[in-house]
């Protein structure tokens, strides 16, 4: 199983060319000295086509108030193009790159972090550096790791958006003492039948909560920040096979049928059918009680070993149509404005990258809990893999 994986990805990489296409060939320089009104100026009527994650109402209407900023002060459209793995987004890139398509490409900007960065990123289908030279990147709080995705160096190829972690969602009046760790989880589920359940991978919700198990339960938890190894893949996984083994039949369906994302938890919460919910955003229940998603005897923890903490990125296409504006918005929506707007805990309540001083509103109220870092890109892959092997139904 493994093999195909690794396999798939080292044919894509012969298979891509490895010539690199740079701004400057579209009458853009990349440089310390970036001319920024010029580009202001040459995005002007231009639409970028925002290749975006779509399951949740908050993000949406998020990305359209952004599209009405960005035509509103630059005369840029934002189009986001709703997609449920951004990994459709990749192979898109990689047929289009193989066909020579290397200017007019059909996708402008990404929301994208972990494995999916690493395959542009050794595919070369990333546009040259960009991010420091942002007028906005002078609001970046750099004490965040914003310089490695995944354990992957950024070197500039993907500009910060967002910090998530995983976290768990209760009722405190149906469930006043929700289980810390995985062991404890296993117990809570014994008592309670059909009461708990996580999204079906290769949902990124769902891949998290394998990573956050398989970092408890591993013997040596470095291994996960290795790239995988074919060799001990089985051996090191084994832990996490005959947890879920446990777990599955007492969970929501007897684990015949997952929910299809986080909101769906958060329904399943609300409705009742489920006393725990799981998100990636710590703000996400101040911001689903504002919207009335929610109840407000909701809360939300992180498990004790802490929680699985990433920063998710945007990033420019080697062959984008509209580079200009894709650099107008990501500059935008990285703007104290459009982060502090973002983080808004009645709106999206995304965490901001930037640093305090530049956060306005309740955004500035955003908690975080103790980080866990993500592990090497290669085991979502591997992991998603092998879990649809054995529970893919």
């Known amino acids: 199983m493994l093999k195909k994986v690794i396999l798939k990805i080292a044919i894509a990489t012969v298979f891509v060319s490895t010539s690199s296409f740079s701004l400057a060939q579209d009458t853009t320089t990349i440089s310390k000295n970036l001319d920024w009104p010029r580009i202001e100026k040459q995005a002007k009527g231009q639409t970028v086509y925002f290749y ?4 949740s109402q908050q993000i949406n209407n998020y990305l359209r108030w952004a599209d009405k900023q960005l035509q509103q002060q630059f005369d840029v459209r934002l189009q986001h193009v709703k997609v449920d793995d951004i990994s459709t987004a990749i192979s898109r890139l990689l047929a ?3 066909a020579g398509k290397v200017t007019g490409g059909t996708i402008d900007m990404l929301w994208i972090n972990g494995e999916n960065f690493k395959n542009m990123k050794q595919n070369q289908l990333i546009t040259q550096p960009f991010a420091q030279q942002l007028p906005s990147w002078q609001f970046v ?5 914003v310089d490695n995705d995944f354990t992957e160096p950024t070197e500039g190829l993907e500009a910060p958006w967002g910090i998530g972690q995983l976290i768990f969602i209760h009722d405190k009046k149906r469930t006043p003492t929700p289980p810390t760790s995985m062991k404890q989880l296993l117990t809570f589920a014994q008592q309670n039948p059909n009461k708990f359940s996580y999204p079906q991978p290769p949902s990124f919700h769902g891949t998290s909560f394998l990573k956050t198990a398989l970092l408890e339960l591993v013997e040596d938890p470095a291994l996960l920040y290795q790239a995988v190894d074919e060799k001990t893949f089985v051996k090191t996984t084994q832990p996490l096979w005959q947890y879920l083994d446990q777990l599955h039949p007492l969970s929501w369906q007897q684990g015949k049928q997952f929910p299809t994302s986080s909101a769906h938890t958060m329904q399943l919460l609300d409705d ?3 006393d725990l919910a799981i998100s990636f955003n710590p703000n996400e229940v101040s911001s689903a009680q504002s919207n009335g998603t929610l109840a407000e005897t909701t809360d939300s923890y992180a ?3 802490g929680a699985l903490s990433n920063i998710h990125f ?5 062959n984008a149509n509209a580079k200009q504006g894709a650099l107008v918005a990501i500059n935008f929506l990285l703007s104290p404005e459009a982060q502090s707007k973002k983080g808004d805990l009645s709106q999206w309540g ?10 306005t509103g309740s955004a500035a109220n955003t908690k ?7 592990p090497h890109p290669s085991w979502q892959a591997a992991l998603e893999q092998a879990w649809q092997q054995r529970y893919g139904h």
């Open 368 to 374: 975080l809990f103790k980080s866990v870092a993500e």
């Open 303 to 305: 498990m004790e070993n």
């Open 350 to 359: 995304d965490p901001s990258v930037l640093k305090t001083q530049y956060i």
């Open 141 to 145: 709080n750099k004490d965040f790791p």
């Open 52 to 55: 975006a994650w779509g399951g």
């Open 96 to 98: 289009e790159k193989a």
């Open 272 to 274: 009742g059918e489920l």
């Open 314 to 318: 945007l990033s420019i296409p080697f």
